[in-house]
């Protein structure tokens, strides 16, 4: 079945630096896929998505692109704030009869550091 | 403002008893989901609707049960048959389109603690 696999977290940096959280999936057909943040005690709140292949997601200094050659769908932000501290999840829709589930990653925390 | 409210959004039940959480949305979207979501992990899918009157189970429909008499609406019931049900509960809903089924919204969360 359909499948979201995230890099292991938690993941520590420095603030300004680079991030990069990695993502693969498993799906039939051409699945969206999306990245969603979580701050603490909050619901999910939708960060980017991508619905084709080569597509790139882009919000808040964030960007992934959907690269079906690998199956990955890489979240990314050139210099992180500390205010970035949350767990982001990836995740891709199934296909359109099943109601449009959503197939969720683990998710990564990410801790940034003054 | 459009949204999703979920209330209480800390709920306390003694062991054996069935508790409901409310998800109303104003959005006008077709379909609501529930999703579980434990420490550490990521989230499960409990039930979801993509129309009034119509629900499906999902991967962890055990011990839970749900209705959809209205579109803004979709309230979950905890039965005393869940084995575990001190978790983190978020309700989701989204649209559809001629490009299928849109990005989920969701909800703030009800943390439900069974003692």
């Known amino acids: 079945g359909d499948s979201v696999t995230q890099m292991e977290g938690p993941v520590t940096l420095s603030e300004e630096a680079f991030l990069t959280i990695n993502c693969t999936y498993t799906?039939?057909?051409?699945?969206?896929l999306f990245w969603y943040v979580q701050y603490p005690g909050e619901g999910l709140q939708l960060l980017l998505k991508?619905?084709?292949?080569?597509d790139k997601g882009s919000n808040k200094g964030f960007e992934a692109t959907y690269r079906k050659e690998t199956t990955s769908f890489h979240l990314e932000k050139g210099s992180v704030q500390v205010s970035d501290s949350a767990v982001y999840f990836c995740?891709?829709?199934?296909?359109?009869?099943?109601?449009?589930?959503?197939?969720f990653g683990q998710g990564t925390e990410l801790s940034v550091k003054p | 403002d459009g949204g999703i409210t979920q209330s209480p959004k800390y709920l306390f039940r003694k062991e054996g008893q069935n508790v409901t959480l409310s998800c109303e949305q104003n959005?006008?979207?077709?379909?609501m989901y529930w999703y579980r979501q434990d420490p550490g992990q990521g989230l499960r899918l409990i039930y979801y609707?993509?129309?009034?009157?119509?629900?499906q189970k999902g991967d962890i429909a055990e011990g839970y049960s749900v209705s959809r008499e209205k579109k803004e609406s979709f309230p979950l019931t905890v039965t005393s048959a869940q084995k575990n049900p001190t978790a983190f509960y978020l309700c989701?809903?989204?649209?559809?389109?001629?490009?299928?089924?849109?990005?989920?919204?969701f909800g703030p969360g009800t943390r439900l603690t069974v003692t």
């Open positions: 989701a809903s989204s649209r559809s389109g001629t490009g299928g089924w849109y990005e989920q919204y």
């Open positions: 799906a039939t057909g051409y699945p969206s």
């Open positions: 991508a619905t084709k292949a080569d």
């Open positions: 995740a891709l829709s199934a296909s359109y009869n099943q109601g449009g589930k959503l197939i």
């Open positions: 959005l006008n979207h077709d379909a």
């Open positions: 609707s993509q129309i009034v009157n119509d629900f």
